[in-house]
């Protein structure tokens, strides 16, 4: 169905509607919707072809809204981010949404895919912290468990980092920017949402070459830059110091993100193994 054809089905609906009232509060219907409790207004009794309509409407929706939203996010993320901010919503699917589904298809595409490519994360982190000697032979054995199990989940669900990238960006920006906290996490969670569609492309690529699980993460982390620098000189306006703000949030979210968890992480090992 085209545009015309629904511009004009709502106006012999409205037509239609006509001095009836709502089905659900009673008050007089002007138009297709009840302006007081929103209810549609549908005259006719209940049907197959009603119930099958209820059950592909969402899911059509869904699918409208997000291949608009994928492709606004590719072109000119930080100005979709602008306009779902202003106002502009109902054609957009809901930031976090966006960001669950493809966060839970990555996770499966990681699950799937991924199994050999820990073995060697496994050796390279045994390594590494034999070297440095703070652990015994078994929290050695629970440190690189662990750290594996975190490092993909966290890389995962980075929705844990978006919080206080948040906070830096708005930091940073302080009057520089009109948007508060809130506006600026929805940007973010629509940027990582964006990353974690393409990172299940990257998932196949890489075991499909077989490259490294560092690849992996080098590339997310990568990715994630380029799309708050790119998404940000359109949300926050292209300027130098724009840019700069944006990369100083950016180091110190990851730093401090980093610092958090490899601290809960050796801590975990040191009190419990
Ligand atoms: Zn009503």
Redesign the pocket.
């Known amino acids: 169905m085209d545009s015309d054809q629904i511009e004009a089905g709502s106006e012999n609906q409205d037509k239609q509607n006509h001095g009836a009232s709502?089905q659900?509060?009673?008050?007089q219907l002007v138009g297709e919707f009840?302006h007081?409790?929103?209810?549609q207004h549908i005259a006719e009794r209940l049907s197959i072809k009603l119930l099958v309509k209820w059950v592909t409407k969402p899911v059509l929706n869904l699918d409208r809204g997000l291949g608009l939203t994928v492709y606004e996010l590719f072109v000119d993320p930080g100005g979709m981010a602008r306009r779902y901010i202003a106002g502009q919503r109902k054609k957009y699917t809901n930031p976090f949404v966006y960001l669950f589904l493809w966060t839970a298809i990555a996770l499966m595409a990681n699950s799937l895919f991924f199994s050999d490519v820990r073995a060697d994360v496994r050796n390279s982190l045994k390594e590494a912290y034999q070297n440095l000697q703070i652990f015994s032979a078994v929290q050695l054995e629970a440190y690189v468990d662990a750290a594996i199990r975190l490092d993909t989940y966290s890389a995962q669900v980075l929705i844990l980092l978006s919080i206080p990238l948040a906070f830096f960006l708005k930091l940073t920006f302080r009057k520089k920017t009109s948007y508060n906290l809130a506006e600026i996490f929805v940007f973010n969670i629509f940027i990582i949402g964006q990353v974690k569609l393409i990172d299940i492309f990257l998932i196949l690529v890489i075991s499909f070459f077989q490259l490294s699980f560092n690849s992996y993460l080098y590339s997310t982390f990568t990715l994630m830059t380029v799309g708050f620098i790119y998404g940000g000189i359109g949300f926050f306006g292209r300027s130098f110091w724009g840019v700069l703000r944006i990369v100083t949030a950016l180091i110190v979210g990851y730093l401090l993100y980093s610092l958090v968890m490899l601290t809960i992480l050796i801590t975990f090992v040191l009190l419990f193994y």
């Open positions: 709502c659900n509060c009673g008050r009840c007081h409790c929103g209810q």
